[in-house]
C-alpha cells in the first residue's frame, strides 16, 4: 500500500537526518577555524605541540567544542587571568556564557532528535495495535449497517 510505504519513508528519514546529524559534528571542521583555534589555545598557554594532539588539522565541531568546554578549564592561566584586570573578568565571562549558550543549543537540538526518533519508534511499536482496534472498528461500522438495514432487530 502507498502510505505504508510513505510511512517506512519517512521512519527512515528521521533516522538518517539524526544520524547525518551526529556525523556532522564529528566531521573535518572548515580550514578557517583552524587558526582560530590554535589562537585561541595559544593565548590560554597550551603548548603548539600539545594542540597539535588536541585539534589535528581542521578540528570538527565536536572536537572545537571539547576544547572550548573542557581544555579552557584545565589550564591555570585561564585562572591567573582573571586576576590581572576586572576587564578581563568581565570578557572572560562573557566568553563563558557565549560557551554555555552554544551548549544548551546542542543539548537542545539533541534532545529534538531524541524526541523524533522515540515517537517514531512509539508509533512502529503501536502499529500491530492500531491495526487491530481499525479492524475492529470496521467490524463495529459493518455490524451497525447490518442493524440499520433491518437485518439485526427490530425497528423503533
Do not use: C
Amino acid at each position: 500500500n502507498y502510505l505504508d510505504l510513505r510511512s517506512i519513508a519517512a521512519k527512515r528519514s528521521v533516522a538518517q537526518n539524526s544520524l547525518n546529524a551526529i556525523i556532522a559534528l564529528k566531521a573535518r571542521g572548515e580550514p578557517g577555524v583552524t587558526s582560530y583555534m590554535y589562537r585561541l589555545m595559544e593565548d590560554m598557554g597550551v603548548k603548539r605541540s600539545e594542540i597539535d594532539d588536541l585539534l589535528g588539522e581542521n578540528p570538527s565541531y565536536f572536537a572545537q567544542m571539547e576544547v572550548l568546554t573542557k581544555y579552557i578549564y584545565q589550564n591555570p592561566d585561564f585562572y591567573a587571568d582573571l586576576y590581572d584586570k576586572p576587564a578581563n573578568v568581565e570578557r572572560k565571562g562573557a566568553v563563558l556564557q557565549a560557551i554555555a549558550l552554544m551548549q544548551d543549543r546542542d543539548t537542545f537540538d539533541s534532545l529534538l532528535r531524541s524526541e523524533a526518533s522515540l515517537a517514531t519508534l512509539l508509533e512502529t511499536l503501536l502499529q500491530k495495535e492500531h491495526r487491530r482496534v481499525a479492524a475492529k472498528l470496521k467490524d463495529i461500522d459493518t455490524d451497525g449497517a447490518q442493524f440499520n438495514n433491518g437485518a439485526g432487530g427490530a425497528s423503533p
